[in-house]
């Protein structure tokens, strides 16, 4: 995303969300799946994925109603199959 990159989600009332992810010069990735909340953590689970595989984000809300979302996510950056861990530091505003 640094490099030029842009990443938009979509969440729905009933948790339902899809994501795009948009690198310079490739492709567009698409991730729909769910997510919920347990305690102070983010669940994610890709509808790709199986239950058990699901990705877990601290989350916390600043007094400017800023929802403050990081954790360890995997990605395919290089499209060759292999998952890299990736850090993830989102800022979300409604």
């Not at 948009?22 to 509808?47: I, K």
């Not at 239950?51 to 984000?57: I, M, T, V, Y």
């Not at 601290?58 to 990605?75: R, V």
Request: charged share 25%; no cysteine; aromatic share 10%.
């Amino acid at each position: 995303i640094s490099e030029g990159g842009s990443f938009n989600l979509t969440i729905q009332n009933n948790g339902r969300f899809s994501a795009q992810i948009n690198f310079p010069g490739e492709p567009t990735e698409q991730f729909t799946g769910q997510m919920g909340f347990s305690d102070s953590l983010l669940v994610l689970l890709d509808d790709e994925d199986e239950p058990g595989d699901e990705a877990f984000l601290t989350i916390s809300l600043t007094p400017e109603d800023l929802l403050l979302a990081n954790g360890i996510l995997e990605f395919d950056f290089d499209g060759d199959g292999s998952f890299e861990d990736t850090i993830i530091d989102l800022r979300m505003e409604r």
